[in-house]
């Protein structure tokens, strides 16, 4: 299915869902899908933490999230990080 949009917060050592170090995404597209970070400026960047993740390599936990919860996530990072620059 093109189009969909699948959010995952990534949970390093000491955190949590509620708090996770960071948040990637899915998109399938028509070529198939593309794995992707968010990065300190707030952009989309390739990132292979989700297929790592699924292949059981070592890096963060990963959990699910709804759109909703990514763009509460994703306002708090611009926060955060906009405060540490």
Do not use: C
Not at 14 to 40: C, F, M, Q, Y
């Amino acid at each position: 299915m093109t189009g969909v949009v699948t959010f995952y917060a990534l949970i390093g050592a000491g955190r949590s869902a509620h708090t996770p170090s960071g948040i990637a995404r899915r998109r399938n597209e028509v070529k198939g899908r593309v794995d992707e970070a968010l990065r300190r400026d707030l952009t989309w960047e390739p990132d292979s933490a989700l297929i790592e993740w699924e292949y059981g390599e070592v890096g963060p936990d990963v959990v699910e999230i709804s759109d909703a919860a990514a763009q509460r996530l994703i306002a708090r990072f611009r926060v955060l990080w906009a405060e540490q620059t």
